[in-house]
């Protein structure tokens, strides 16, 4: 059974910084193509970042290059999301989903078809 769990979000200070997981069981990540999303209250969920399965490569949106950095750990079978100088703006649910044909750089939700259950960030004084 495919299954993506997130974690390591939480409350955070503007220009402050935090680190999430996405954890998978039930396939080998390294193979799949793996997408950062995130979803504020009344907007559309839009993509983040994604790391390529075949050669590592990673992608960002504009509102993430620069502060977002994703990385891959194959012996555990995760990904990571280390987010620094956050914004207000970056207030979202974060998931992680995967793919296994080739998406990165593209980052279009609806072309993930596993999806973990998201972890809350919230960037606030």
């Known amino acids: 059974q495919v299954q993506l769990v997130e974690s390591g979000g939480g409350l955070v200070q503007p220009g402050g910084s935090l680190r999430l997981s996405c954890a998978a069981s039930?396939?080998?990540?390294?193979?799949?193509?793996i997408g950062w999303f995130r979803q504020a209250p009344g907007k559309e969920r839009e993509g983040v970042s994604c790391i390529s399965g075949s050669d590592g490569r990673t992608y960002y949106a504009a509102s993430a290059k620069g502060r977002f950095t994703m990385s891959r750990d194959n012996t555990k079978n995760t990904v990571y999301l280390q987010m620094n100088s956050l914004k207000p703006e970056d207030t979202a649910s974060y998931y992680c989903?995967?793919?296994?044909?080739?998406?990165?750089?593209?980052?279009?939700?609806?072309?993930?078809?596993?999806w973990g259950q998201g972890t809350q960030v919230t960037v606030s004084s």
């Open positions: 039930g396939f080998t990540l390294r193979y799949y193509d």
């Open positions: 989903a995967a793919d296994y044909r080739s998406q990165c750089p593209d980052v279009t939700p609806t072309h993930y078809d596993y």
